[in-house]
């Protein structure tokens, strides 16, 4: 069973850190693409960076790009994403998603349609 367990989320001041974590089981890691995206109140979900393990390849959305970091631990099959810098419109529900797919350039990674599998969402809100 595929399954997408995302955590770390939390309450932070302005400025802040946090690091996000999603851990995947299920399938073959390295077989597979991930994308965090979040949904704000009121707004559409959006992409903020996505990664292809196998390859290396990386996107950053421009909002976060300087500030947040995505990553993965293949021998923890886990995608990690470090938030620095955090400001008061970071605030959202994160979502990690899986795509069965080896790379970022084979696939729309900024469309959540493309991704196959998602995990619970992780609320993170940054407070002024």
């Known amino acids: 069973e595929v399954q997408l367990q995302a955590s770390g989320g939390g309450l932070v001041q302005a400025g802040g850190s946090l690091r996000l974590s999603c851990l995947a089981s299920?399938?073959?890691?390295?077989?597979?693409?991930f994308g965090w995206f979040r949904q704000a109140p009121g707004k559409e979900r959006e992409v903020v960076s996505c990664?292809?393990?196998?390859?290396?390849?990386?996107y950053t959305a421009d909002s976060v790009k300087g500030r947040f970091t995505m990553s993965s631990d293949d021998a923890k099959n886990t995608v990690i994403l470090q938030m620095n810098s955090l400001k008061p419109e970071d605030t959202a529900v994160y979502y990690c998603?899986?795509?069965?797919?080896?790379?970022?350039?084979?696939?729309?990674?900024?469309?959540?349609?493309?991704?196959?599998?998602w995990g619970q969402g992780t609320l993170v809100t940054v407070s002024s």
């Open positions: 990664l292809s393990p196998s390859d290396g390849r990386t």
């Open positions: 998603g899986a795509v069965s797919d080896t790379s970022l350039d084979n696939f729309d990674y900024d469309r959540d349609d493309e991704y196959d599998y």
């Open positions: 299920g399938f073959t890691f390295d077989d597979w693409s």
